[in-house]
């Protein structure tokens, strides 16, 4: 079976504060990718960061970074000091190149306060 | 940079209207899809293209029909609307399955009554 869970459906934190959104997905395949999406109010879904199964590398951008374990089948995402212009949905995703499906979890509503 | 447009923010139709939700991408993609999105339910796939008068069917195709006459352009059809396909539809493309990211349009949030 595939399938992504992100377990935290709703996190509230204030300005500065860091957070940790939690991805763990469920694959048998050894080739595929991991994304990672941020859904503003204004509902498009923005691409943020792909990693592929071969790559266990972590990853920073700027106030984003995203730590992949394979070992506990995790692919999380941390903000460092939040601000509010973070508040959206996100939502980590899996793709598996055998099948050519992108399977979404369910999404985490992060909500920045200042 | 990709841009994916839809051709309306908001749509309100009548159950039993055919409904036209259209999708241009600027990025020369092969991959075209639509999904809908349902709180509690997250992203679920209805069709996708590979090509130019390709299709194939997601997760949940029933009440719906696509066609993609030209490579920048897929259009998501609804028959017959009904009020359980209120919803938001999002558009996304992608280069290929190598690349596999797929970008994504604002969403049309449709409402049928």
């Known amino acids: 079976a595939q399938k992504v869970t992100q377990a935290q459906t709703e996190i509230s934190v204030v300005e500065k504060e860091d957070v940790t959104l939690d991805c763990v997905y469920e694959?048998?395949?050894?080739?595929?990718?991991l994304f990672w999406y941020k859904q503003p109010p204004s509902g498009e879904l923005v691409f943020l960061i792909r990693?592929?199964?071969?790559?266990?590398q972590n990853e920073i951008s700027g106030r984003y970074s995203w730590n992949f374990q394979k070992s506990t089948s995790s692919f999380n995402f941390t903000i460092t000091a939040s601000q509010v212009v973070d508040s959206a949905v996100y939502f980590c995703?899996?793709?598996?190149?055998?099948?050519?499906?992108?399977?979404f979890g369910t999404g985490t509503r992060l909500q920045v306060f200042p | 940079d990709v841009k994916v447009t839809q051709s309306s923010r908001y749509l309100v139709k009548r159950t039993g209207e055919k409904v036209f939700l259209e999708c241009v991408q600027d990025?020369?993609?092969?991959?075209m899809f639509w999904y809908r999105q349902d709180p509690g339910l997250g992203l679920r796939l209805i069709y996708f293209?590979?090509?130019?008068?390709?299709?194939e069917k997601g997760d949940i195709p029933e009440g719906y029909s696509v066609s993609r006459e030209k490579k920048e352009r897929f259009s998501l059809i609804l028959e017959s609307a009904s009020t359980n396909q209120t919803s938001m539809y999002l558009c996304?493309?992608?280069?290929?399955?190598?690349?596999?990211?797929?970008?994504f349009g604002p969403g049309t949030r449709l409402t049928v009554t």
């Open positions: 996304a493309s992608r280069q290929d399955r190598v690349r596999a990211e797929q970008y």
């Open positions: 694959t048998r395949d050894t080739t595929y990718y």
């Open positions: 990693r592929n199964s071969f790559d266990e």
């Open positions: 995703a899996l793709f598996v190149y055998n099948t050519d499906k992108l399977i």
């Open positions: 990025m020369d993609h092969e991959n």
């Open positions: 293209s590979y090509d130019v008068k390709m299709k």
